[in-house]
């Protein structure tokens, strides 16, 4: 029996290791996000405090992200791994031992939050770096759309477990939980079967790997423009997520369980969207994936700042419009990561990649800040509109440079 395309990977060893660890460690994390927000508003009262958080956890990746990603094409992947591993279990265990000996408080979560981020900075470039070693090439984008699953399907069950475990345990609970599903993914870069040589040694400085991986994206003006697609998902679509705390409590009159059923919608969105791009992406081509899906990304958007105009109907058409977000980010931005992946050459993938979360890295924080501001001050429907609207019109501009510049797929 043919196996379907998205989960063909599986068959392969080292790539069942790398995503059974990294589902158990997402899920744990998604729960602690869910708790930092919640833990956050619930001090604070303030979309701008819960925006500041987003902020905090996500801008290190403007600095390291870049550094990371040289450091993968130079060192001993698997060791950089496990070194950013430790460092974000630590953070975390520091997280809930300050939590449930009540000495927690905004400023110490924002704190704890930012240093979390600089070990992603490193993590997440050199993570990436590593797939291709993990599948036979012609895998490849199956291998990264399934990733995308086992992270969409964290971003359901985290979130819905968190919910559950708040009323519970508190807050500080989930982050013990979340503390201990570092372990995981720990063992699972062990036991990767890795390429023995290690990366060549270089000449040049860091920081001049960083300029060459950055002059040779903007030399290609087709990575330059899938760059900018994730920039502007980060920018316009995903502060939604910073959002949602404001709108499951002020704008739908839920509680904690609402925000876990909104942010596990938006989870249920991306692992649909996932699973779609790894059965149908080969029959579209990549300016349609990425542009189009950055502009229904956008409609979407501005459907769930619609919806709770529903009255009875409002939380359930909130939930669904929250979902086709989900789908349609994840569309996009696998699609793109997927294009790079294939695109840049191996000389230069780490420090491409790292372009990639640094644009996220960056937009995100960015665009959750300014959106939790602006919605402390307009509303949070008319920031989340206007947002949708921006993601649209990148999508068009976007869309159409991409056909442009490639017209055909490479061969």
């Excluded at 509680?255 to 790894?278: E, F, I, K, Y």
């Excluded at 990649?353 to 429907?381: C, E, N, R, T």
């Excluded at 649209?392 to 061969?411: D, T």
């Amino acid at each position: 029996m043919r196996l379907p395309a998205t989960v063909r990977p599986l068959t392969t060893r080292n790539y069942r290791l790398a995503i059974t660890g990294a589902a158990l460690s997402n899920t744990g994390t998604w729960m602690q996000n869910v708790g930092v927000q919640w833990l956050v508003y619930q001090q604070t009262g303030s979309a701008t405090w819960v925006g500041l958080a987003t902020f905090a956890q996500f801008i290190p990746m403007f600095v390291f992200g870049p550094v990371g990603g040289a450091l993968a094409d130079r060192w001993n992947r698997r060791r950089l791994l496990l070194a950013a591993q430790a460092w974000m279990m630590g953070w975390s265990v520091l997280l809930a031992a300050l939590t449930l000996a009540g000495a927690i408080s905004a400023p110490l979560v924002v704190a704890t939050v930012f240093a979390l981020g600089i070990g992603f900075g490193f993590h997440g470039p050199t993570w990436q770096a590593v797939v291709p070693h993990l599948v036979p090439k012609a895998q490849l984008t199956q291998a990264i759309a399934l990733n995308s699953a086992q992270m969409s399907a964290a971003r359901i069950v985290g979130p819905a477990i968190g919910g559950i475990l708040i009323p519970l345990v508190g807050v500080g609970g989930v982050f013990v939980v979340n503390a201990l599903s570092y372990v995981a993914v720990l063992a699972a870069v062990v036991m990767l079967r890795l390429p023995a040589t290690e990366p060549p040694d270089h000449e040049r400085s860091i920081l001049g790997d960083v300029n060459g991986g950055v002059r040779y994206a903007f030399e290609h003006r087709t990575l330059a423009w899938l760059l900018a697609a994730v920039l502007a998902v980060s920018l316009f679509a995903a502060p939604l997520v910073a959002l949602l705390p404001v709108f499951a409590e002020h704008v739908l009159g839920g509680d904690a369980r609402t925000l876990g059923m909104l942010t596990a919608c938006l989870g249920a969105g991306s692992l649909m969207g996932a699973l779609v791009l790894g059965e149908l992406g080969d029959r579209f081509r990549m300016p349609v994936l990425v542009g189009g899906g950055l502009t229904l990304l956008g409609a979407a958007t501005i459907l769930v700042a619609l919806m709770p105009l529903l009255g009875a109907m409002a939380v359930a058409a909130t939930a669904a419009a929250v979902l086709a977000t989900g789908l349609f980010r994840l569309v996009t931005v696998s699609a793109s990561n997927s294009a790079i992946q294939l695109r840049a050459d191996d000389l230069f993938r780490a420090r491409v990649l790292s372009l990639m979360f640094l644009a996220f890295g960056a937009g995100f924080p960015i665009g959750s800040l300014l959106a939790g501001a602006a919605a402390d001050g307009v509303g949070v429907q008319w920031v989340t509109g206007a947002l949708g609207a921006l993601a649209v019109a990148s999508g068009l501009i976007i869309g159409a440079k991409l056909e442009r510049h490639e017209p055909h797929p490479p061969q």
